[in-house]
């Protein structure tokens, strides 16, 4: 029996390499080729195979681990398709001298005078934003010598957001005038308090704290903005500004105009963009808090991102014109990539990755709520720009110690995550993404010749220190960067079909003949050998037997 069954799989395999679509394999069994012949073909065949086959699975090993790549659009997108960038300005010069003397306060304290508890508690607040020149004789935070900033004991809540507020330089002496579009806006229409790691600053067309923060975090815009009922219709301030359905991932919903928000611009150029002219008196300069570099920081950034003026910013200093000439960077992400891991796309859509105080989600966000979660944990309380719940506690000046170390900190503890595979922040970028490039030209502004060269003397103009800004794109269209997929269900069944064609002359039905030779035909065979063995009978032969008679049969004489 089992002779019977080699036999059988030897004649099946012969009669499989004799009919093969795959090159060589014919020869291996022709009767008219000689043996080393055949051993040849054997060994082409084999390694033909083997390679084949490692094509393949090298193929498809690159499609599992990368499968998308990065390309250029193969059309540019006009500037009014994307938002017009977020622009986050914070003067150096923090405070107004009627309001609170720091240098005479801080040099008093610093001769061991006694101060009154409200110049203790300024002093303390204003630790938080000012430069390492603000410390006390022993120690960098303050902490280690009698009367000094520290001194005090420290409150519950040092109420930071609301002092900085109440001691800033008032808007209307702040911002001269503002255009948008080159057309003149009321400044309080575009530009928008808000807090932020370096203090006070003011933000054009960002989302509002409403939109860019969850439910829980309303408190906030009372404390930025206490007085935003005394610019008459509240719909005119730009921190009552909602969007009209923008969203970075979405972009702007169909039928909106030009008049959307956050704002967008019909062209580049110096026509299209923003312009602000502000304004700090000599008399409120000081070299305590501000330290040496004075003037304002500027950064720009995508409307529904935090700015972090700590990190990333520019300076301009006083009495300069600075442009600002912004070329887009924008990359996007096909949507069919969703059905792929974030991991293997390297970004996040925005239903798969929600922040715990952000409504939007971004790399930038994401970090910066990790930092949060991280001070948090470490200190026990969060500073004065970080997002937090009403009850969460705001660090006092004798933690600042804590917070500052706990950036260091987490920064190691990331890389040595990233060293052993893991994230611990898990920020990915989001998949569709706006960054923007600039390029600076900037002059003096000669104030005085200009102010010698009036017919009319302009006296409240004298000891003034203007800033003059403007912000424009730099072309009317940008090429875009996209994320596409690598290759589909398609691109894989070529890519396999070539390589089989290729190195061995196989398709698709090559493999169908394949599973026939291994399954079908034997099973056919076997059920032809049952059905022959049940419809053969036995052959008997057959006796024809005359009957017997008793009659005498006449037989006719034959006739030639």
Same mark, same amino acid.
């Given at each position: ?20 679509? !795959? ?19 054997? *060994?082409?065949? %084999?390694?033909?195979?083997? *390679? ?72 303390? *607040?204003?630790?938080?934003? !000012? ?69 006070? !600053? ?163 966000? !994401? ?159 076997? %059920? ?33």
């Amino acid at each position: 029996m089992k002779a019977s069954r080699s036999a059988i799989v030897k004649n099946l395999a012969r009669e499989y390499f004799a009919s093969s679509s !795959c090159h060589g394999m014919s020869y291996i069994v022709h009767p008219k080729v000689s043996v080393a012949e055949r051993i040849c073909w054997s *060994v082409i065949v %084999v390694l033909s195979l083997s *390679v084949c086959i490692s094509a393949i699975v090298i193929g498809h090993q690159k499609w599992i681990e990368k499968p998308m790549i990065v390309s250029f659009s193969a059309k540019p997108i006009p500037v009014w398709k994307m938002p017009f960038p977020a622009i986050t300005v914070c003067p150096q010069t923090r405070i107004a001298v009627e309001k609170f003397n720091i240098t005479k306060v801080y040099l008093r304290a610093r001769a061991n005078k006694t101060l009154s508890p409200d110049e203790w508690h300024k002093l303390r *607040v204003l630790t938080h934003v !000012c430069s390492s020149v603000m410390r006390s004789k022993r120690d960098f935070y303050g902490t280690g010598e009698k009367n000094s900033v520290s001194d005090t004991p420290a409150a519950d809540n040092e109420q930071v957001v609301e002092q900085l507020v109440n001691m800033s330089i008032p808007y209307d002496e702040l911002f001269v005038s503002c255009m948008w579009s080159f057309n003149f806006r009321p400044c309080e229409a575009l530009w928008a308090r808000k807090v932020t790691e370096n203090g006070i !600053c003011y933000s054009f067309n960002m989302l509002s704290t409403a939109e860019l923060y969850t439910e829980d975090q309303e408190f906030r815009e009372r404390e930025v903005n206490p007085d935003d009922r005394k610019h008459g219709f509240r719909s005119l301030h730009a921190a009552k500004i909602r969007s009209t359905g923008w969203t970075m991932e979405n972009g702007y919903t169909f039928g909106e105009d030009l008049l959307a928000y956050p704002r967008r611009t019909a062209s580049g150029g110096f026509k299209g963009g923003a312009i602000v002219l502000m304004k700090a008196h000599q008399k409120n300069r000081e070299y305590i808090c501000s330290g040496a570099l004075q003037g304002y920081k500027v950064t720009i950034h995508p409307p529904d991102e935090f700015p972090r003026l700590s990190e990333y910013h520019i300076r301009v200093p006083p009495m300069q014109a600075v442009s600002i000439i912004v070329k887009p960077r924008l990359l996007t992400t096909q949507k069919n990539l969703h059905r792929y891991p974030p991991t293997k796309r390297q970004c996040f859509f925005s239903d798969e990755r929600k922040l715990r105080f952000f409504r939007v989600y971004n790399e930038q966000n !994401c970090e910066f709520e990790c930092l949060t979660n991280y001070t948090l944990a470490t200190c026990g309380c969060v500073t004065f720009a970080m997002p937090r719940e009403n009850t969460t506690r705001v660090c006092g000046v004798h933690e600042k110690r804590c917070y500052k170390s706990a950036v260091t900190r987490l920064m190691e503890l990331d890389e040595v995550a990233v060293y052993r595979g893991q994230e611990l922040c898990d920020c990915l970028p989001a998949c569709t993404t706006i960054k923007y490039d600039v390029e600076l030209s900037n002059d003096w502004l000669n104030l005085d010749a200009m102010l010698a060269s009036m017919i009319k003397h302009e006296r409240g103009m004298e000891g003034m220190e203007p800033m003059l800004l403007y912000v424009y794109f730099k072309d009317n269209k940008f090429l875009y960067i996209e994320r596409v997929e690598y290759m589909n269900f398609n691109g894989e069944l070529a890519n396999f079909g070539g390589i089989l064609a290729l190195l061995s002359g196989m398709s698709l039905t090559s493999l169908a003949e394949i599973l026939y030779y291994i399954f079908v035909r034997p099973l056919g065979l076997w %059920v032809k050998a049952q059905y022959a063995k049940s419809t053969i009978k036995p052959l008997v032969p057959q006796v024809q037997l005359r009957p017997r008679t008793d009659s005498v049969d006449f037989v006719r004489p034959w006739i030639p």
